[in-house]
């Protein structure tokens, strides 16, 4: 469980784009949260209010956009949703594959006045 | 407004890992990102390959520990530095943290630098410390059913290390069916059966953990 110090590391990005553009408040933090990424939600938000009081982001509300884990084979291009973790391409049976999406935790927007 | 921000968590983290790999990179020095649950036998695996490569390799440990210095002490008693890292309560390490750790060695003397993160299965999976090798331990124990409820360290790692084989008779533990799972989820992944108690399989994983850190000094000869 280290979601206390992500969400620290959330809000240094949320409050270094805030504060770049002039912000008062923070009313929404729009997230990406990969299906592979072992942050969960719940945690995030509980720590969220402990690390945003006192800041302009305190009460903001967490949006979390889910993304499923889809992953490339580079060796005849096809991309498919994993399932099981199964990396092998369901098409060629190729094993050289690349994540295109489901690792990411990002911040991909702030909603602010 | 609505502000597009597009910026990684992990970011921060990613940008000191890289400064970690410059600073390794400009030494020669191979790091290893030693990963696994508590118990499953780190330390002992540490020490075991530390003793396959003595005399060829200069080495050095950073030991991740959320408190105390035993598996430093541990370390330092076989006369290889160990550099401690008590995290205080995380569980995990940071690639700031290796890099504070990294400033503390004369690394232009160091080949090899072995570093044992926090027993955890979960978070240090997330955490790139600038390491030539992410190297995880599933010790039979644990069972052969750790990789689909653990998806990121067994699809990150490059070196699945399965310790205590000499537990196997004892158990129902299923080697195949374990390395059928992982090679699925991380085809690239090397495997080596190792017990850290008998000794067993330790000459292959240090042979070719040898050949990687060799190939790391000519690079940079060159």
């Given amino acids: 469980m280290h979601e206390l110090s992500v969400v620290e590391s959330m809000m240094a990005v949320v409050l270094k784009h805030a504060e770049r553009n002039r912000a008062r408040k923070v009313n929404r933090i729009n997230l990406v949260l990969g299906e592979m990424s072992t942050v969960m939600e719940d945690p995030v938000k509980f720590y969220f209010d402990f690390v945003s009081r006192d800041t302009i982001a305190a009460g903001a509300e967490l949006s979390f956009r889910r993304t499923e884990l889809i992953a490339r084979c580079e060796d005849c291009g096809h991309e498919w949703k994993v399932q099981e973790y199964d990396f092998t391409c369901p098409e060629c049976g190729g094993t050289n594959t690349e994540i295109v999406s489901g690792r990411e935790f990002q911040v991909e927007s702030i909603e602010i006045n | 407004m609505e502000i597009e921000v597009l910026e990684g968590i992990f970011d921060a983290n990613e940008i000191i890992a890289k400064e970690n790999r410059a600073l390794l990179d400009r030494s020669g020095t191979f790091m290893v990102n030693l990963m696994s649950s508590p118990g499953a036998g780190k ?102 059913d750790k990789p689909l409820k653990y998806p990121l360290m067994f699809s990150e790692s490059h070196v699945m290390i399965v310790n205590k084989t000499d537990l196997i008779p004892h158990t129902d533990f299923d080697l195949e069916l374990l390395k059928e799972t992982v090679r699925k989820m991380n085809p690239s ?22 050949d990687r850190v060799r190939g790391t000094r000519a690079e940079t000869k060159n």
Avoid: Y
């Avoid at chain 2, 006369?79 to 690394?107: F, K, P, W």
């Avoid at chain 2, 059966?193 to 240090?206: H, K, L, M, N, P």
């Fill in chain 2, 43 to 144: 330390t002992s695996f540490i020490l075991k390959t530390l003793e396959g490569v003595e005399g060829e390799f200069s080495c050095a440990v950073i030991e991740g520990d959320i408190a105390g210095k035993v598996d430093s002490e541990r370390i330092a008693e076989i006369g290889v530095q160990a550099i401690q890292i008590n995290t205080g309560g995380s569980c995990h390490l940071e690639a700031r943290q290796v890099n504070t750790a990294l400033g503390r060695l004369d690394l232009g003397g160091v080949d090899l630098v072995v570093v044992e993160n926090v027993g955890n299965l979960v978070c240090p999976a997330e955490f790139r410390l600038g390491e030539d090798l992410k190297v995880m331990i599933l010790s039979v124990a644990e069972g052969h």
């Fill in chain 2, 189 to 210: 992944v090397e495997i080596f059966e190792v017990s850290c108690r008998t000794g067993e399989g330790i000459s292959a994983w240090c042979g070719w953990l040898k």
